[in-house]
C-alpha cells in the first residue's frame, strides 16, 4: 500500500515505519495519523512481523509533534481512535516498537517515542513537552509517560516549564537506553530488533501484555481520557488561543491567564 505521509519498509521480520514530512520537521496531522493507524493495525495482526522501527525521514527531526499551522488553519483536527501517530491510545499491542529518535522529538514528537517500548537516540538528538509554551498541554500521555519513565521531579520540571535535554540527559535520565552516532542510528535500531526476533515470540507476546496490563493498573487510560477532558476546557481559554496564533505568526505570547 503506498502512503502519502510515512514510508515503510520490511527486512525479514522487521518492520522499519519513517514518518516522511521533512518540510515542517514531521509534524503530524490529522492524515498522517490516519495512515499510522493503518500501519500499527496491520503489524498487529501479521504474523511475519515481529518488530517494528519507528523513525523519521531527514536529520534534523523525529517528529515535531502536533502541526500547529494545520490546527490553525481550521481544517479537520479529529484524532483517531487509537490518538497520536495511531500509538498514544493503543493499549493493546503485543509487539515491540523501537523509536530510532534522530534530531529533536517535540511535544508529540516525544510523547510518540514514549509510546512505543524503547528509544535509541542519535548523538543530535533532543528532547522537550514544550505545550505550556505555546498555551497548551502534553495530552497524547507526555505527562503521564514521562512521569513514569524518569520520576515525578524531573518529569514535572521538564512539563512546566517546556526545556529541552539533549541526548545525553535523556541517557541519564533514563529516557533513551542507547545513543548512537546519527549515521548509526538504524544500523543500532536493526541490532536491537534483530536480537529480539532471535528470541519467542511468543514470550516476547506474553512480556508485552503484562507491560500492556501495567498501563492499565496505573489508570493510565483513565488519565489519558481525564486529560481529554482537561484540553476541552483549555480550548476555551483565552490564552490557548493567543498561544496558537503566536505559534503562527512567530511572535511571543502576550498571556492573559484567562
Not at 493507524?37 to 534534523?60: F, H, Q
Not at 503484562?210 to 486529560?227: A, T
Request: hydrophobic share 45%; net charge positive; with cysteine.
Amino acid at each position: 500500500m503506498t502512503h502519502k505521509f510515512i514510508k515503510t519498509k520490511k527486512i525479514g521480520k522487521i518492520l522499519i515505519v519513517t514518518m516522511n514530512r521533512p518540510e515542517v520537521h514531521n509534524a503530524m496531522h490529522p492524515p498522517m495519523h490516519a495512515e499510522m493507524e493503518k500501519v500499527w493495525n496491520d503489524y498487529s495482526t501479521n504474523p511475519d512481523l515481529w518488530v517494528a522501527i519507528l523513525t523519521g525521514a531527514g536529520s534534523k527531526a523525529f517528529s515535531a509533534g502536533n502541526d500547529l499551522k494545520y490546527a490553525a488553519s481550521n481544517k479537520n483536527t479529529s484524532m483517531c481512535k487509537t490518538g497520536f501517530a495511531g500509538l498514544s491510545s493503543r493499549f493493546d499491542l503485543q509487539k515491540p516498537i523501537i523509536a530510532a529518535v534522530n534530531g529533536f522529538a517535540m511535544g508529540g514528537g516525544l510523547e510518540t517515542a514514549l509510546a512505543c517500548d524503547l528509544i535509541i537516540a542519535s548523538e543530535n538528538a533532543s528532547f522537550a513537552l514544550p505545550e505550556v509554551k505555546v498555551g497548551f498541554l502534553a495530552a497524547a500521555g507526555g505527562i503521564q509517560r514521562l512521569t513514569r519513565q524518569i520520576g515525578r521531579s524531573a518529569a514535572v520540571e521538564m512539563l512546566l516549564t517546556g526545556r529541552h535535554i539533549d541526548a545525553s540527559e535523556a541517557l541519564s535520565l533514563g529516557l533513551a537506553f542507547k545513543i548512537v552516532k546519527q549515521d548509526q542510528l538504524i544500523e543500532a535500531a536493526l541490532e536491537v530488533a534483530n536480537r529480539i526476533t532471535l528470541v519467542s515470540p511468543s514470550a516476547v507476546k506474553a512480556t508485552k501484555k503484562v507491560l500492556n496490563s501495567m498501563d492499565n493498573d496505573i489508570n493510565l487510560k483513565s488519565s489519558l481520557s481525564y486529560s481529554r477532558d482537561v484540553v476541552d476546557e483549555l480550548r476555551n481559554t483565552e490564552d490557548f488561543k493567543e498561544g496558537v496564533n503566536a505559534f503562527v505568526e512567530k511572535r511571543n505570547p502576550i498571556w492573559k491567564n484567562k
